[in-house]
């Protein structure tokens, strides 16, 4: 008998149904609706009545986990994994489809600057957010292109309590981060303004008796400011902007250290730049909803290749080693929505046009006039329909018509069902096309020296992709005050024209679009709630498609890969202080690389995240206190290696900086009213 691990949820789903159906049902006054989420949505929506499924993170959390930036934040998330580069940072896999199908937007604006597909989420820091929204599977209707697999919305702050107010928080850890925000705000009757500024430094402390460290020492600012004005209810225009820089330092080995030593050390510098004007509000006794945005982006990135001269004190640029690219991306996006509770049909139209630029000495387009330059550019116009045929059932339907300037057109169209046959259950179903044109690295990028040979390819074709979602919910409730919460759920993913960085000769690289890639999973999902104590875990397996099925070989299509996350909140003296648990189990994980002309699978090796906290706040959440420990276990290295004769692809992979000891305090000084 064969084992599918994908099926272990569902035993687990069938043993908590037996035992919550003899107990009570949640009343439905019980249910919290407070967060409102507008990520994909017609309008901004109570959570659990969005037709899709939208995971939330909210400041409070984020607080609790001390967590700096998007990278620390998501760590321990289910059907979420990060992987760390020490010179490329941290990219971000959703339900098994890589960084290039993931769109990472701020306030509903794409962020650009991706470096080998990716957005470093250790660039992204929250001291000016509110709350994070993640939507997994293809969101490509209302998203367009690099949203085939999902996206994570990072919502800022717009408002807040009092007239006045300033916040500074500091951050320390042993292991060598050092970060200090502030904010200042100020709400003035129609007008609301809003400044952030942060600092971060990591001074990594030494693995070795040597220069080169497996993490490398980082410094970040960071700053932001908001105007928003509000004329009446139904009128909110926004202006904002944002700066972010980034040195990476990366030291060499002391080379020839009996005669006059010398070293190559490379340091990489970033800038993240933007600017956005954002209108909303309502129109029609508030039963359109309108949005409009238009937003600039800019990314870049600089490396210098030094030698360093120990016995002169000097340092040399070294001739052919320097690099400096940049991206840009501008935005125009409107939407009209209807949003009338009580009618039967409501409509969603938009449009959007994004333009995407990149610059480098290494990008070589020959239709351009200018040299180092690219551009690529999308039009869409989508629409989508809601019908509610009786209160418990929404069906959603809808298509985007995107116009590609280099690929021509494309339809993607998209479902949903959402039906709540009582207060106690909910059954949420989607279907949704994606796709995905190659990015101008993929296609312009020309990376030719001693040590490289990578070329784009111009004869790349757009990715289109399949995406299904469906989970099943239900809430109960049982004596003495208990309430109990389960959740099941799967997903399958289908990538056609899948494109890769592969070798077509010794040693020469280029991107070509592979065949298909799947992946398919499902998760169980038990939340136990009594007052102050929330316990919540999840068991997650994920297959990924094996590129040894594909080439004929009698392996199984897919190769598994369980997660297991547990999070656990106790709020204690009337929510001035709490403790919180949280953990990932990250379970052996397939990859695959070529050896010899041969496609060869490897595995990397499961690992735990443990992280605790303890939080208190003082003098009417003034002062609020958060210590504890990241990483418990203190694991920093996972072991990657080959299955079978091979051992080529052995090695070592960074996983985490190592066992950390935490405090974190937060000062706020406001005005009375």
Known sequence: MKFYPSLLPLLGWCFCWQFCTAQAPIPADTIDLSTVVVTAQFAPTESRSA??????????????????????????????????????????????????????????????GRLDGSIDVGQLPLNAVRQVEIIEGAQSLMYGSEASGGL???????SQTHRLETEVTGLVENNGYRSLNARAGAN???????????????EPASDSTGRDQIWNPKEQQNARATLRFTPNDHLNLRASGSFFTEKVTNLGEVRRPQFKPYAFDDYYRTVRSDATLNGDGWLRNNSLYWQATAAWNRFDRRKNSFRTDFEEDTQTLLDG???????VGYLLRATLASDRKRKKWDFLAGTERYTEQAEGVRIVDSTENKTGFAEISNLGIFGSLKFRPWAKLTLQGGGRFT?????????????????????????????????????????????????????????????????????????????????????????????????????YAPAQYHYENLAEWRTMGSSFTAGLKKGAIRLRSSVVFSGYFNSLFEEGND????????????????????????????????????????????????????WHLLNASLRGSFWNNKIRIVGGVKNLLDVQQIRAGAT???NSGDGLRPAHWGRSFFLQATFLLNSKK
């Open 403 to 503: 116009h590609n300037s280099s690929f021509g057109a494309a339809f993607t169209p998209s479902l949903w069902l959402a039906w709540r046959p009582s207060s106690e259950w909910e059954i949420k179903a989607s279907y949704a096309n994606g796709f995905r044109s190659p990015a101008l690295k993929e296609l312009y990028f020309n990376f030719i020296d001693i040590n490289h040979f990578i070329t784009g390819n111009t004869d790349l074709q757009p990715e289109r992709s399949h995406n299904l979602r469906m989970e099943l919910k239900h809430l109960h409730s049982f004596e003495p005050g208990w309430q109990l919460d389960l959740m099941l759920s799967g997903f399958f993913n289908q990538v056609r024209d899948r494109i890769i960085l592969t070798e």
């Open 555 to 606: 392996v199984p299509a897919l190769s598994w890969s369980p997660d297991w996350v547990n999070d656990l909140t106790v709020d204690l003296l009337k929510e001035r202080a709490s403790i919180s648990v949280w953990h990932k189990m990250t379970g052996k994980t397939p990859y695959f690389f070529t050896e010899n002309d041969e496609t060869v699978e490897g595995v990397t090796e499961s």
């Open 188 to 202: 003035l009757g129609k007008f609301f303004f809003s400044t952030n500024i942060g600092a971060l430094r990591f």
């Open 321 to 327: 080693q320097q690099d400096t690219s940049a991206a």
């Open 152 to 158: 994570v919305n990072l919502l800022t702050k717009q």
């Open 644 to 646: 079978g004769t091979h």
């Open 51 to 112: 037709v899709n499924s939208v995971r939330v993170i909210g400041q409070k959390t984020i607080e609790n986990r001390a967590a700096n930036n998007l990278m620390e934040l998501l760590q321990t998330e289910a059907n979420l994994r990060i992987s760390q580069d020490a010179i490329l940072g941290s990219s971000l896999t959703i339900n098994g489809l890589q960084s290039e199908n993931i769109k990472i937007l701020v306030d509903g604006v794409p962020v650009v």
